[in-house]
C-alpha cells in the first residue's frame, strides 16, 4: 500500500528524469481527482441538509460532511469498485492526512501542546502498555503466530497501519501476517467512526474527553482524526494532539521489538540503534512541532494562519474520502476470524478501559 505522493513518484525508475517524473504525477491526478469529487461531494450533501433543514424550519440530523465522504467513498469501493486508472492517486490519501496534520499546527500555539496536560500524557502512556500487553496476552490465548500477535499488538498500541508497515519489515514478518493485522486494525478503525461519536454523545462527554478518548483508543491516525472531526472541531483537534503523541513512540517500539525477534535469530539485528530510530520516526510531526513554533512566535499573519487552517481542513477532506475508498469490505473478511477476534476483543478492552480512564480524569481532575 502507497503511504505518500513521495513513495508512488519514486516508484519504478529514477524520479530524477524530468519526464519519467511528469509521467509519475500525471498518473496520480485521476485519484486525487476523484478524492476532491468524493470529499466536496459529502460537503455539499451536508450544506444541501443543513440549508433544506433551515428553509423549511425542521431540525435534521447534523451529519458531519467527514461520515459523508467516508460513506460514498465506502459506497463506491464495495459496489463499482475503484478502477485502476484512479489507485494510484487515491494511495496518496496518506499523504494528504500527514500534510494536514502539519498545517494543523498554525492552529496550535506551543502553549496549546503544552495544556495538553501531564495527566493527559500517563493516559497516553498507560494506553501504551495496556494495548501492547492485552493484545499480546489474547494472541497467545488464540494461539495466533508469534510475529502476527507482535504486528497486532504494535499497531493497536500506537498508530494502525504505519506502525504494522514499519515493523514488518524491523521484525522480518511475513506478508501474510502483515495482511492479517492490517485487515483486523482497518475493519476495526472502520467500525470505530460510527460508535465512537454515538458512545460520546450517549454519554455527554465534552469536547476535550472525547478528542483524548478518540486519540487513545482508535489505531489509524486517519480514522481518529475523523472520529474526532465528527464531534466536533474542538474534539477533532485534541484526538490529533493525542494521537500525534501516540505516533512519536513508534520508533522506540519498533526498536524494541526488534531487538527481540532478532535475539531469537528471527530478524536482522540493529547495528546502529539511532540511525534506526531517525529512519522509523514518523516526520511529519517534526512539521507539526515546526509550524506550530512559527505560529506561536508571530511568524504568520492572521490571514496567513487563516489560509494554513483552509489547507488543512481541505487536505482533511481528501483524506477521509480516502479512507472509504481505500476500505474493501469484501477484502477484509477473506483475511480469516481469529486475527478478527482478537483484535475485536482488544480494540473493545482498550476501547472500554480508556473511555473509564478518560471520563474519571475529567470527572475528578477536569481534565
Same mark, same amino acid.
Given at each position: 500500500?502507497? $503511504? ?19 509521467? !509519475?504525477?500525471? @498518473? ?18 451536508? /450544506?444541501?441538509?443543513? =440549508?433544506?433543514?433551515?428553509? /423549511?424550519?425542521?431540525? &435534521? ?15 463506491? @469501493? ?5 478502477? #485502476?486508472?484512479? !489507485? ?10 500527514? =500534510? ?5 499546527? @498554525? ?37 495466533? !503466530?508469534?510475529? &502476527?500477535?507482535? &504486528? ?35 475493519? &476495526?478503525?472502520?467500525? +470505530? ?7 460520546? /454523545? +450517549?454519554?455527554?462527554? @465534552? ?6 478518548? #478518540? ?30 503523541? !501516540?505516533?512519536? %513512540? ?20 540493529? %547495528? ?28 504568520? $499573519? ?9 489547507? $488543512? ?5 481528501? %483524506? ?23 483484535? #475485536? ?23
Amino acid at each position: 500500500m502507497a $503511504s505518500s505522493i513521495a513513495s508512488n513518484l519514486a516508484a519504478g525508475g529514477s524520479a530524477a528524469q524530468p519526464k519519467a517524473l511528469t509521467i !509519475r504525477l500525471l @498518473s496520480l491526478l485521476p485519484g486525487i481527482a476523484l478524492l476532491a469529487v468524493v470529499g466536496y461531494a459529502g460537503k455539499f450533501i451536508e /450544506h444541501s441538509i443543513s =440549508a433544506y433543514g433551515k428553509a /423549511h424550519h425542521q431540525v &435534521l440530523p447534523n451529519i458531519e460532511y467527514v461520515l459523508w465522504a467516508i460513506l460514498i467513498g465506502l459506497a463506491i @469501493s464495495n459496489t463499482v469498485g475503484v478502477p #485502476a486508472i484512479f !489507485r494510484a492517486g487515491v494511495a496518496t490519501y496518506e499523504f494528504w492526512l500527514k =500534510a494536514g496534520i502539519v498545517l494543523l499546527g @498554525s492552529r496550535f500555539l506551543l502553549g496549546d501542546i503544552g495544556r495538553l496536560g501531564g495527566l493527559s500524557l500517563v493516559l497516553i502512556g498507560i494506553e501504551l502498555v495496556l494495548a501492547l500487553s492485552f493484545m499480546t496476552y489474547l494472541g497467545k490465548a488464540f494461539k495466533l !503466530r508469534p510475529k &502476527l500477535i507482535s &504486528l497486532l499488538a504494535i499497531g493497536s498500541s500506537i498508530c494502525g497501519v504505519s506502525a504494522i508497515i514499519a515493523a514488518q519489515g524491523a521484525i522480518d514478518a511475513d506478508e501474510e501476517d502483515s495482511s492479517y493485522a492490517i485487515a483486523a486494525i482497518l475493519a &476495526l478503525g472502520a467500525i +470505530s467512526l460510527f460508535l465512537f461519536p454515538v458512545i460520546g /454523545h +450517549s454519554l455527554h462527554l @465534552s469536547d476535550r474527553a472525547y478528542g483524548m478518548w #478518540a486519540g487513545l483508543a482508535v489505531d489509524n491516525t486517519a480514522e481518529a482524526t475523523a472520529a474526532g472531526a465528527l464531534y466536533s472541531d474542538a474534539a477533532g483537534k485534541i484526538a490529533v494532539l493525542a494521537k500525534t503523541c !501516540r505516533n512519536a %513512540t513508534i520508533g522506540f517500539i519498533v526498536l524494541a521489538y526488534a531487538i527481540y525477534w532478532a535475539s531469537k535469530g528471527e530478524a536482522s539485528a540493529v %547495528t546502529n540503534k539511532g540511525a534506526f530510530l531517525w529512519r522509523k520516526f514518523p516526520k511529519f510531526i517534526l512539521g507539526f512541532l515546526l509550524i506550530s513554533l512559527l505560529a506561536t512566535v508571530g511568524f504568520f $499573519s492572521k490571514p496567513q494562519l487563516l489560509a494554513l487552517g483552509n489547507l $488543512s481542513r481541505w487536505a482533511f477532506l481528501l %483524506t477521509f474520502a480516502g479512507v472509504g475508498l481505500r476500505t474493501n469490505l469484501k477484502e477484509l473478511g477473506k483475511q480469516g476470524a481469529r486475527p478478527f477476534i482478537v483484535g #475485536a476483543l482488544g480494540e473493545i478492552a482498550i476501547a472500554v478501559i480508556t473511555l473509564g480512564l478518560v471520563y474519571g480524569a475529567d470527572h475528578f481532575y477536569h481534565l
